[in-house]
Each structure stands twice: as C-alpha cells, then as structure tokens.
C-alpha cells in the first residue's frame, strides 16, 4: 500500500536536525509521494530546495496570511518567478485567517487574490488556508474564478464550505483533526465528500493525529487520516489510500508514476 501527504512543511525548522534522515524513512514507511508546502517567500525558496533532492516530493509557492506582516509588493514577482520551477505544483498556501490576525483583513483579501491570479498566469491550481474565514474566502473564489480549481488544505469540518467547496469543484484535504475525539462534525463531513473528491495531508510537523497528538508530526501519520476515512466510508484502508494518491496526482498533474 502506498499513501500520498499531499500536505506537509519539511521546509519548518523543527526538522533542521534529521531532515534527511526521517524523509528517508517517511519514504520507505510506504509514503511514496509527498508536497511540501510554501507559506512565505523564504520558506517556499527552501522548500523548492528540498523537493530538489527528492524524486517523490513536490512543492507549492504561495505567502499565507499568517506571513503578511512584512509584506511587500515585490514579493509577489518572486512568488510568481519562483513557482515558474518545475518541482511546483501548485499555488499555495494562501487564502484567509482570521483566528490569529484580525487587523490586516483587506491586506490578506487583496495578496490572496493577486495568488489567485497568478495561479491563473502559470495554470496552476491553488491550495487554500482557510481559518475562522469561511464566508469571505467562498466570496472571493466565486468572484474570482480560479481555472485549474484546488484544495481546501486542512479543510475546516465545516458543512457550509464543504458543499459550497465542492460546488465551486474543490477538492478537500482532511488532515489530524478528523481523528480529534472533539471534533464533533467529523464523520458527517467525510461522508459528504465523495471519495474522488478526497485528499488526505499530515501538515507536518504540527497537528498529529490521535493518538500522537503534541508529538512532532510526519508523514508516515498520514495512515490515520486514511483508517479514520475508510471507518466512516465503511470502504478498506487500501481503496483509500489507491483513490487519494490518485486524486493528489490529477488535481496537481503529477504524471510521474
Ligand atoms: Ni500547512
């Protein structure tokens, strides 16, 4: 059996100190694919460097709205220049967060929607973060139409974006939270997704699932993801895992085996 984490961050510091080491292990553990995700300029310039020493890992480029407090307007020529690099995938992550910054909301619309249009230049999908956001994110993906679609990243178990997501033909990524004991939606979101619709992520290292919660994250935990989907579908561990790696490589066009 073989599992794509469509979402992790091998580019983060608490790796610093065995990156090689546990990548290598992650890869032989049966995750045979894996993007490593961007959330600023710096971290997507790393990230690209790390998805460089590996065949199985790709990556995306976007600055994130937890990374805006210094930003400035050329940062987005680099974004676009730097996702011009075969290794990325996608746009990302980008969108809106309104859990930890309330005061630059206009700022964090208006460098989504420039990602957004930068997606559309280089014909690359978007990976949307989306936090205590729900309502002006699904606002700005109707208005602003986004030609290769996307991913909900870490996707809120929230049933309104879930149907609004799907309808605007997103996929959506679930990750640790749908094996917390409290999270109370869990079971009626997965089952609203079809399972073609479907991607599965860790966001190493931070949010591990049950029963690892607190450790540091990776993508070998995807597993969990996968087991906790195959429970509630009532469908085998395989099936998932078989669909979702093949979800992950359409929506990024992934044509490596
Ligand atoms: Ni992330």
Redesign the pocket.
């Known amino acids: 059996m073989e599992l794509f984490d469509s979402?992790?961050?091998y580019n983060d510091e608490k790796f610093d100190e065995d990156r090689d080491r546990i990548i290598k292990e992650i890869y032989k553990s049966g995750v045979t694919k894996i993007i490593n995700?961007g959330?600023s300029l710096g971290s997507t310039k790393k990230a690209i460097e790390i998805a460089d020493n590996y065949d199985f890992m790709y990556t995306t480029a976007g600055i994130?709205p937890n990374d805006i407090d210094n930003f400035r307007k050329e940062d987005l020529k680099d974004i676009e220049n730097l996702a011009k690099n075969k290794k990325v995938v996608a746009i990302g992550?980008i969108g809106l967060d309104y859990h930890w910054n309330t005061e630059n909301k206009e700022l964090q619309k208006e460098v989504f929607i420039s990602q957004i249009e930068i997606a559309n230049r280089l014909k690359l999908p978007i990976?949307i973060?989306t936090r205590e956001a729900i309502y002006d994110t699904l606002d700005i993906l109707k208005n602003n139409k986004c030609n290769k679609n996307g991913v909900f990243?870490?996707s809120p178990l929230n049933v309104d974006l879930i149907r609004e997501g799907l309808k605007l033909g997103f996929y959506i990524s679930f990750a640790g939270p749908i094996t917390f004991k409290n999270s109370k939606n869990a079971d009626e979101v997965i089952k609203m997704v079809p399972l073609d619709k479907i991607l599965i992520?860790t966001?190493s290292p931070?949010l591990s699932p049950e029963p690892l919660r607190g450790k540091r994250n990776d993508s070998r935990n995807v597993k969990y993801m996968a087991q906790k989907i195959a429970d509630v579908k009532e469908i085998t561990l395989e099936e998932v895992a078989r669909t979702t790696y093949n979800n992950t490589k359409v929506i990024f066009e992934i044509k490596e085996k």
Do not use: M, P
């Open positions: 979402h992790a961050h995700a959330y994130s992550e990976v973060h990243h870490c992520e966001d931070y």
